[in-house]
């Protein structure tokens, strides 16, 4: 039974060690300093860094990948709950498994596809602001300069990925033992009460799951603001992004250095909150 457990865990180490070879690969092209204008490799040290922090454009993409990032980590969350409390107290599960594909279909359409989609919404003559005239708002020139951009690129991570919160929050609302609800409403409780006092407290680990997914979701983020301002458009250009800027101009050094800090932020963020939040909720029962 062993040497069967390690037979089947096989495949899973030769991928890891080849993830982890390409891993250290890369964090050695970003000591060199290998670009067009280099095309020999010479070692280069922390300089490569230093260039890249000293860029305007590295500043621009990091600030955008932030805002991205904690609002689709904000809302994200906070409309996963809402929607997953909904859903949670719909007796049908037949009704149930119909209002959560319409949560999920976003995650079935390719992110170019609904990145040009919402290009065409967000046309300022035939667009959502045809809606937004009908109620008397003013015209509103979207994703063209700051806070269009982000109020647009936040509406469309939300769209993209509240899906993948609700899914998860829903599957462990669904684990919560029933007598605790039960007893709950016994005394009285509301389906308001129940859900942000009763239920929520003791599902903990779909936080931190659609936590980590929406991180790492929006942390990484290309295609839409790739689609839909092209690769040269500094009001929405995203850490990932700008690491195939790099890499298309030929500035290797500098995209393995980008591409190494982005895998490391990730990593700092992600494993210590899932390793407290493993500790604190899942395994202390």
């Known amino acids: 039974m062993r040497m069967q457990a390690l037979l089947m ?14 891993l250290v690969l890369n964090v050695y092209f970003s000591f060199l300093n290998w ?15 230093q260039s890249l922090f000293s860029q305007y454009f590295f500043g621009l993409a990091a600030i955008h990948t932030i805002v991205y990032t904690v609002a689709a ?19 049908s599960n037949t009704r149930r498994a119909i209002y ?20 065409w919404l967000f046309n300022p003559q035939t667009g ?15 994703l063209t300069t700051q806070p269009t951009v982000y109020a647009g690129m936040i509406i469309i991570e939300t769209w993209a990925y509240t899906g993948l919160a609700v899914l998860f929050f829903l599957a462990s609302f ?9 007893a709950a409403r016994i005394d009285g409780a509301n389906n308001l009460y129940l859900l942000f006092r009763v239920i929520l407290p003791n599902s903990m680990n779909g936080l931190i799951v659609s936590t980590a997914l929406l991180f790492l979701f929006s942390f990484r983020i290309f295609t839409v603001p790739f689609t839909i301002g092209g690769p040269t458009n ?11 800027i790099l890499f298309s101009t030929e500035y290797f050094s500098l995209s393995s250095a980008l591409s190494s800090l982005v895998a490391l932020i990730a990593a700092v963020v992600i494993i210590p909150y899932a390793l407290l939040g493993l500790k604190r909720w899942v395994f202390r029962r």
């Open 100 to 119: 959560l594909s319409i949560f999920l279909y976003p995650l079935a359409v390719p992110s170019s596809t609904y990145a040009i989609t919402w290009q």
């Open 174 to 182: 669904m684990s919560v033992d029933k007598s605790i609800v039960e």
């Open 9 to 22: 865990a096989v495949p899973g180490f030769i991928f890891a060690a080849f993830l982890i070879y390409l």
């Open 234 to 244: 500094p009001n929405m250009v995203s850490l990932v992004e700008y690491i195939y």
């Open 35 to 49: 670009s067009l204008f280099n095309l020999h490799p010479t070692f280069a040290g922390l300089s490569t860094f």
């Open 128 to 142: 959502v602001n045809l809606i937004l005239r009908y109620f008397g708002i003013p015209n509103i020139i979207w």
């Open 73 to 91: 980590v904000a809302i994200g969350n906070i409309l996963g709950i809402l929607g997953a409390g909904i859903l949670y107290f719909i007796k």
